[in-house]
DNA sequence: TTTTTATCGATATTATTATATCAAATACTT
DNA sequence: AAGTATTTGATATAATAATATCGATAAAAA
């Protein structure tokens, strides 16, 4: 029924992947050279044999008896799975509170991700730095995308400029779209479109307070 | 082996509220006063059994057959449910990139929150304003969230600080905890805690990057 | 008033995801 | 060198979530 004849992996499983990852690095750093799927799993809260079956998924070398997983080749499957080794630069749309933040927020770098511009139509806006980065005119958009190859445009503009930044995005030729609009978009199908929604994580949130809070 | 009597509402469908809500609030302005499940499903993309099952979780009132669902009925509903008239104010622990633009981020308004104020260590932040809004110095986290009696606390501080601000915070009294810091916490039982993993959602868009746009 | 038809909500089915169990493997201990 | 203990990975089971099916209902049409 699979028309793809690659194995599906959840999303799940694929969430789980940075937080291997990224305890991999604190261990490794700290020269752990082997580490056994029961050690990791308590360190992301969740069961060993989950731990087993994802890393089944991306590890090019089985886990050895008595001794687990290599450190070293665990983070190196785990980036090569998640692409950190293809992704890597991304323009924001939208200079705004949040994409201002985004410019400068120092967590993508871990994640291979580089944002190396900003654009926007607010002329005060256009022309200054944030964390060193320009902000330019929505006019040099497609230019700078097609120029510079980004395969990632991220949308942090209002609701109802999402959809026309979003297509003005992929004509000039990314391969991907990181949304935080709240508004469903449509793209091409072979455009990788994932929208972030805050309001829908703070209502998980809201929604736990007013289970566990309420009276 | 449920301990609570109450009824477990999937994360799923959760997120699925303010989806359903947004739209809603979109139709209502039009004057709409009936939708089907039908309807809302194909603006969410999703089924419509998905959808009556959904509300069936909160809606005060059944659907009416050829007609379908009241549609400000419904918004009070999910509204509710959402904890939207429960959860009102929070502060910002950091604020550097992410934190600053939270401040100004005026999404979080139309889902019923309200950033009051930010705290910080760095001496150049304390006493400035973003979008009108006071950053303070750490000192008076604990003072100002017991006085405003503040539910939640949003946690934008580097993974080394966020562990020891979680517990500053609960104990001045949060009841909820919005992390935004890469790192595993803990929080005592009855305190709800939502680490937004941006690494994750990143992963999850390059993975599927990846596969697609693989060779 | 009777018939038609769109829509709900309940039940059953399927798919997906997580957990439990256990034999095989192998590093470590004696 | 032999035995022990720990860890993996495969298989089986359970739990969760999404989809399909269909009779009951009530608004609209005839």
Redesign the interface.
Known sequence: MNKTE?KQ?S?AT??????YL?YLQEENSKGTQYISSTVIAQ???VSSVLVRKDLALVSSEAGRPRLGFAVSRLMVDIEK????D??SEAVIVGA???G??????E??K????SVVAAFDLDEKLVGTKV?GKDILHMDELEKFVAEHNI??GIVTVPKSAAQEVVNRLVGAGV??I?NFA?A?LRVPK?I?L?T???????????????????R
């Not at 201002?100 to 927020?105: D, E, K, M, S, T």
């Open positions: 690659e992996i999303k694929i969430a789980r992947m940075p937080l990224h360190n992301i809260s799975f998640l692409g950190y293809n992704l705004g509170g949040l201002r933040a985004f410019l400068g927020y967590g993508f871990s994640n291979g991700l964390a395969p990632l391969r991907a990181w709240p469903p072979d990788v994932k972030e929604d805050l309001a829908a994580s703070l209502a998980i949130l809201a929604g736990k307070l007013y289970k566990t809070g309420d």
